[in-house]
């Protein structure tokens, strides 16, 4: 920013509206300075190359301590806004002041000012930030700063922030100690006589402040601080209905505070620095509102707080009886007109459990048990305690016995209880086949073989079923075969042949040298039907029987005649065998040596008839070869008649 550092003389005096005190109420602005409000001064506005001043008319003395508090504005623009505001004691004049660089306060001397300055100019030595320094005798060249300058703000490198913010200025004469601070922050002191030091032993000065625009501009105020301000205890949200409620005046002005006004937002208000304690008359949101009137006569603007009074919460829940093992179902039924439960604190049987809404009920052993809930809301707000009895019934518990079977062959199922808690109602068993029953001890048969899951469980008389039994089951089956029917010889021995199990038995007992096992010999003297028994490892068996003929000699028979009249006696010419086991042929030829008939079909005959055509009656020639079980060959030939 370009060197500035015109002195301005007076142009205007402004009065403020309240007379209340000859000093500190009267303030002479110059340049671009106007009043805003009864406390407030606009400096410059966005506008280059103004400079702006405002001068308390009445000269303080240094000798007397003094505590100025004051509210900032240095504009909304950063990079392109300057240049600053000065705070400046002089005995000079009211009418000084000056653009640029200088702010205003550059070549005033004697003074001492503490700037707060929001350019960088290089040829001062400037840092990039925004900084306070304590300077004397109008030099702003921080090689010559008394301390050093200090970030303005300990918290942002910028003040052009468009915000408010606080600026306090403390002398002590006794120590000597020039004392700044900034948004409450303390920032930087000078230990100094001022008055030997700086004002050649006058203690009578000027107050006020300076502040200029160059080439870059900003909206730059100030206001003598008259800044409401209150706590109220409790803290955090509210309080709950009954309860007092205090309230404590923070309150910062520049001049003393000469009248409060409370309102507490139910009807009822307060004039007292301090007003009494207060309770409010039931739960609800209040706002709370403070104003002040300074001595200076300015109103300070209404401060407002909401303030909640919450009212008493009321614990309530169910709880259901359940069966051991499950958790009880449990609904949280607490309420609160106003404020929000967010505490929960739960007993069980007497011990804290949980803080969840909903605690975790797991694992509770059999019998009678209790639970008690106090609730709490964000205003801190507690119920009194509430309880409730449930039960967790015992279930009951079953093994299932049973062991593995047979096709078809009825396999006995047990159920035995171990428990003796509970009265058992129903035996529930699923055989893994698609069936199941109802009965405590029950015989199932499966059709099939195969492996089988079965499963048992139990209904107790208090509404609970035990665990389910799951046990596999295996179901087998045994073929027997006692061997082919078949003709033996009389007095020969001969084996069988039994097979499909483990174990076997013959019966009846006839011939046999051992009916218990799987090949036996037997003699035999007359045919015999034996039935084989087969049994497996698992005790499944079936049966079987052979045929046996007993081949005791050999004959064959051809009738001499026979009469093919369809009357069912002798229509065909059949020969008898007995002891035969092959037939080579049988034949039969008519008188004139024709075949009419040929078979090997030991069960078939000539029933008189050629191609459907009827033989003539008359003698027939047959011929006929056979062999026995023993190998006899009969070779025979004969004749027979037939009769019409
Ligand atoms: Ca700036
Ligand atoms: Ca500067
Ligand atoms: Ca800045």
Same mark, same amino acid.
């Given at each position: 920013m370009r060197l500035g550092n015109e002195v301005m003389l007076a142009l205007t005096a402004v009065f403020c509206s309240s007379a209340l005190s000859a000093q500190s109420n009267t303030y002479i602005l110059n340049g671009s300075a106007t009043q805003n409000s009864c406390n407030c001064y606009t400096l410059t506005q966005t506008v280059n190359n103004q400079s702006g001043s405002v001068w308390n008319s009445t000269k303080i003395n240094l000798n007397n301590p003094f505590d100025f508090v004051f509210n900032v504005f240095l504009g909304c623009?950063? /990079?392109?806004g300057a240049d600053g505001i000065v705070f400046i004691l002089q005995p000079i004049s009211t009418s000084i002041g000056g653009i640029g660089g200088g702010m205003g306060f550059q070549g005033i001397a004697p003074s001492v000012g503490i700037a707060l300055d929001t350019w960088q100019n290089t040829g001062y030595n400037d840092p990039v930030f925004d900084h306070l320094s304590i300077q004397l005798n109008g030099d702003i060249n921080h090689a010559d700063d008394i301390v050093p300058y200090m970030q303005a703000s300990p918290t942002n490198?910028?003040?052009?922030?468009c915000q408010w913010h606080t600026f306090r200025i403390t002398w002590d004469p006794a120590l000597k100690l020039l004392k700044t601070y900034f948004d409450g922050n303390f920032i930087q002191q000078a230990a100094i006589d001022l008055i030997a030091t700086v004002f050649n032993n006058d203690p009578m000065v000027y107050w006020g402040f300076s502040a200029a625009t160059g080439g870059a501009n900003n909206l730059q105020q100030f206001c003598t601080a008259l800044n409401p301000g209150f706590t109220v205890t409790p803290s955090g949200n509210g309080a709950c209905d009954g309860n007092a409620v205090a309230f404590t005046n923070t309150s910062a002005s520049f /001049?003393?505070?000469?009248h409060f006004f409370w309102d507490f937002g139910d009807g009822t208000t307060s004039t007292l620095a301090s007003p009494p304690v207060h309770t409010y008359p039931g739960p609800g949101s209040y706002t709370i509102k403070l104003a002040i009137t300074g001595l200076d006569g300015c109103f300070s603007d209404t401060l407002k707080k909401t303030f909640v009074v919450g009212d008493y919460p009321i614990a309530g829940f169910t709880i259901y009886d359940t069966c051991e093992g499950k958790t009880p179902r449990l609904r949280d039924l607490s309420q609160v007109n106003f404020g929000n439960i967010n505490q929960w604190q739960w007993k069980l049987d007497g011990n804290p459990v949980s803080v969840s809404q909903y605690p975790s009920l797991t694992g509770l052993l059999p019998g009678n048990h209790n639970l008690q809930l106090t609730v709490k809301t964000d205003l801190g707000c507690s119920s009194a305690p509430v309880s409730e009895p449930f039960v967790i019934k015992p279930v009951p518990v079953v093994e299932a016995g049973f062991g593995n079977g047979c096709v078809k062959i009825p396999v006995q199922f047990t159920g035995r209880q171990t428990d003796n808690a509970t009265t058992i109602s129903q035996w529930n068993w699923d055989f893994g086949d698609g069936q199941t029953a109802t009965q405590q001890n029950i015989a199932h048969s499966y059709a099939d073989t195969g492996n089988y899951t079965v499963q048992l469980t139990s209904l107790a008389t208090n509404g609970c079923s035990s665990e389910i039994q799951s046990l596999p089951v295996t179901i087998n089956k045994v073929i027997a075969n006692a061997g082919r029917d078949t003709v033996i010889i009389k007095d020969q021995p001969f084996q069988l042949n039994g097979n499909g199990g483990i174990t076997y038995a013959w019966s009846p007992p006839i011939g046999l040298n051992n009916p218990g096992i799987a090949n036996p010999v037997t003699i035999l003297q007359d045919d015999i039907v034996y039935t084989l028994t087969a049994t497996d490892a698992n005790g499944c068996s079936d049966t079987d029987e052979i045929s046996i003929i007993v081949f005791k000699g050999s004959a064959v028979y051809v009738p001499s005649a026979f009469t093919p009249n369809n009357d069912g006696l002798n229509d065909q010419l059949k020969p008898s065998y007995t002891g035969i086991k092959t037939l080579d042929y049988f034949e039969v030829y008519n008188r004139w040596g024709g075949l009419v008939y040929s078979t090997k079909n030991m069960s078939a005959g000539w029933d008189g008839t050629v191609n459907g055509a009827k033989q003539s009656p008359g003698v027939y020639v047959w011929m006929l070869r056979a062999t026995d079980y023993a190998g006899k060959v009969y070779q025979l030939k004969g004749t027979s008649m037939i009769i019409r």
């Open positions: 623009k950063d /990079a392109d490198p910028n003040i052009e922030d /001049a003393p505070i000469t």
